[in-house]
């Protein structure tokens, strides 16, 4: 018989971690499919959040008394956390951020405004979401390099032939993606990528906002140079986040905040900066924050990612199956078996708003907007798009929800 490292996920047993599931919204069962956007908290990370602040709070990294050795270990208990989560070599290579978006910034400001001049070429994609893509934008327009997008083909994903012509607009330095796409739920080839960008003598930049919640992350595997991520879409709390980067990489960059904590000594004529990560941990840390992040990634372990991204998949194959049925729901981004659980639609002649708000009478939450990702609406030729997303508490009864309102929807506004 074979045997799984964990047994299948048991998502009604999950729900009753997830206090959030005790009410009611319009009267309804909330069928919460908005998870890409942020997930739901389990009770163990809200009250490791509550413990912490009752019993260990104190500044870390500064005092020599009890508690604050008490705190920095819990804080530095967390990035140890999250060093495994990504199998990363060092845990000085791990920076705690607000989240993802600001450790993509850290990169693009701190390497890109160094390293990028007139001749260089930055390579994202056209389903980038914008934290991945505006901050590359940005510095290319300040240093004069070249910016350019990797095309995607009619099914939702990159179109890797076109590397080769593109790469002769200049010297390609960047290559910027992300793992999972929030608006299409598209796995993205970033191993082939990494493979492809040190071979032109590039940096690879993975935005893993989308994958770290869902699916087990090994950036030595990758081959990435920086990845970035988010507690939030991950059962941890808002306001945190974390960036990895490689050892020389990071030694070499110029710090992206100055302040207090980040340095090794300050003079009036010179200052000189501390070591990683503290370089790169201006002020005072979000330090309940994480070992709330701390505590979420034990709640995903204990669940297992290998059965998180099962039970996902059966979940995106049964969606795209039930909304498969309807011809006037239009579907964007390939196949089940080639995305993770995010599913993006819209009801032929229907504005997303208004479909999401029928819905949502009904206690039924998905997403309706761009998704920060404009230059891809312009691409499938939409301004928006409706997007239900799944986590380890949704059951199939509420993508029959989903569908059950999508009919309401049609009959009214249809
Ligand atoms: C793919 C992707 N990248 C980056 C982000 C930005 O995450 P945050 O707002 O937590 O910085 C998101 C958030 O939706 C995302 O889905």
């Known amino acids: 018989m074979a045997v ?19 009410q009611s919204i319009n009267g309804k069962p909330l069928a919460y499919l908005d998870s890409a956007v942020t997930a739901q908290k389990p009770r163990q990370m809200i009250e490791a959040m509550s413990e912490f602040y009752e019993t260990s709070y104190a500044n870390v990294h500064r005092g020599v008394y009890a508690l604050s050795e008490r705190a920095t270990a819990a804080f530095e208990g967390a990035r140890q ?39 260089d070429l930055v390579l994202v994609t056209e389903l980038e979401h914008h934290s991945n893509f505006v901050p590359w934008q940005y510095v290319a327009k300040r240093t004069g390099a070249t910016f350019q997008m990797i095309p995607l ?9 076109a590397l080769e012509y593109i790469a002769r607009e200049g010297r390609v330095r960047v290559v910027a993606t992300n793992l999972v796409s929030n608006a299409l739920g598209t796995v993205n080839p970033v191993e082939e990528l990494a493979a492809w960008s040190h071979e032109q003598g590039a940096i690879m930049v993975v935005d893993a906002a989308q994958a770290a919640p869902h699916r087990h992350i090994d950036v030595q595997a990758l081959g990435c140079d920086f990845l970035a991520f988010s507690a939030h879409k991950m059962c941890g709390p808002s306001g945190v986040g974390a960036l990895w980067g490689r050892t020389e990489l990071l030694e070499a ?32 840390s979000p330090i309940a924050e994480a070992v709330g992040f701390g505590a979420a990634i034990d709640y995903l372990n204990n669940i297992g990612f290998d ?40 009801v032929v002649g229907v504005h997303p708003h ?61």
Not at 317 to 341: F, T
Not at 354 to 362: E, G
């Open 4 to 22: 799984t490292a964990h047994p299948k996920l048991d998502a009604n047993r999950l729900r009753a971690d997830f206090p959030i599931f005790e």
């Open 81 to 119: 956390r999250i060093r495994a989560l990504i199998s990363a070599p060092d845990a000085r290579e791990v920076i705690f951020t607000r989240n993802a978006t600001e450790g993509l910034n850290l990169v693009a400001y701190a390497w890109g405004l160094t390293n990028l001049g007139p001749g």
């Open 153 to 161: 083909g009619d099914q939702g994903e990159l179109e890797l032939g």
């Open 253 to 284: 960059m110029e710090p992206f905040n100055l302040g207090g904590h980040m340095i090794r000594k300050v003079e009036f004529e010179e200052t000189t900066w501390g070591d990683l990560p503290h370089k790169f941990e201006a002020g005072t």
């Open 307 to 346: 059965a998180i991204e099962r039970h996902e998949h059966e979940l995106t194959a049964y969606a795209l199956g039930r909304l498969g049925e309807l011809p006037w729901v239009e579907l964007y981004g390939p196949p089940a078996d080639r995305r993770a659980g995010i599913v993006s639609f819209n």
């Open 354 to 414: 208004d479909v999401a708000q029928i819905l949502d009478f009904d206690g039924v939450a998905i997403r309706a907007g761009h998704h920060c990702c404009q230059p891809l609406m312009r691409k499938l030729g939409v301004a928006a798009t409706n997007r239900a997303s799944f986590y380890v508490y949704t059951i199939p009864e509420e993508i029959d929800r989903l569908v059950a309102g999508l009919h309401k929807v049609k009959k009214s506004l249809g």
